[in-house]
């Protein structure tokens, strides 16, 4: 469940719980005094504003049970503006990708790394944390951590972990992405 503890802590989970409510409630979920103006702005940070205003009802557009109504993108851009709306000092994004598509992974990373370009205070003064098997998720942290077995054995970016020619760099190898230098 993508939920935000004390507002200290955002988390996007790979399989995010919407509730057959409006996308208003969904994303306002939890923060009884949450303002359109607010849940506005959390879905434009999330990437979610302009498929949101393209439903006849917009935010008063019902999801459906469990978001049924949005493909898993949407669903998990809802999600991301739901853990942004609090403000949370720490952000962890589980796996927020893992069971998208193609098409749907590149939105969700788009909305990712538009928080983190073009919402200068937010990388700035806040945490994000990014945990995925899928390395082109990860690809433009700031800092890698490679874990096995419980125990981070490589730390770096990108670049330094494909010089190190270790755990990183042959995961890289493995998977099938064409990534432009």
Known sequence: MDVCWDKQMGLVSQD?????????ENIAFGDDDASIMRVEQAAKLA???DFITSFPDGYGTKVGERGVRLSGGQR???AIARALLPNPSILVFDEATSALDAESEFQVQ?????LLRHHATFANDKCLLVVGHRLSTVRDAQAIIVVR????IERGTHEQL?????????LIGRQVMQWPT
């Not at 077995?149 to 981070?152: F, S, T, W």
């Open 16 to 24: 995010p719980v919407l509730f057959s409510m409006t996308l208003h």
């Open 47 to 49: 990437n979610a504003h």
């Open 76 to 78: 998990q851009r809802i």
């Open 110 to 114: 788009s909305s990712i790394e538009e």
């Open 149 to 152: 077995d419980g125990k981070g």
């Open 162 to 170: 494909l010089a190190m020619k270790g755990v990183y760099a042959e």
